[in-house]
């Protein structure tokens, strides 16, 4: 059995004692320093939690788009950044000019975007606005 906490539960603890502890003595100059530390922590938190998933999903979603096998681990952000450039390019190319692919990489762009900003910036999405 592991004792240790993890990285994320350390991060929240840390978090939590500047909000609680140490934000509250601050000055009003050193509180938005403070706040701002608070908000880096909890990205920093969100990403450790889910960054992996939005990444894999991210590949998976490009590699369908392709036509090839997702390549790299999702820990792997050389091989999830030669993907982006493998769709770039093939944007470019004109591979999605028609209708039905078009939608495909539409459908593709908006869930990712959702993806990530759900990690820096959760409160900008409304679930409404969310593609599935």
Avoid at 57 to 80: C, K, M, N, Y
């Amino acid at each position: 059995m592991k004792n240790i906490s993890d990285a994320a539960d350390l991060i929240a603890t840390a978090r939590q004692a500047l909000l609680d502890e140490l934000l509250p003595r601050l000055n009003k100059d050193q509180r938005y320093a403070g706040l701002m530390i608070a908000n880096a922590m909890a990205i920093a938190l969100r990403e450790q939690r889910a960054g992996a998933d939005a990444a894999r999903a991210e590949s998976a979603r490009i590699a369908a788009l392709l036509g090839a096998s997702s390549s790299g681990s999702p820990h792997d952000d050389e091989a999830l950044t030669a993907q982006r450039r493998a769709l770039c390019l093939a944007i470019r190319a004109g591979s999605f000019d028609q209708d039905a692919r078009a939608a495909a990489l539409t459908a593709h762009l908006l869930r990712t975007a959702a993806d990530w900003v759900a990690i820096s910036n959760p409160k900008a999405l409304r679930a409404a606005e969310v593609p599935a």
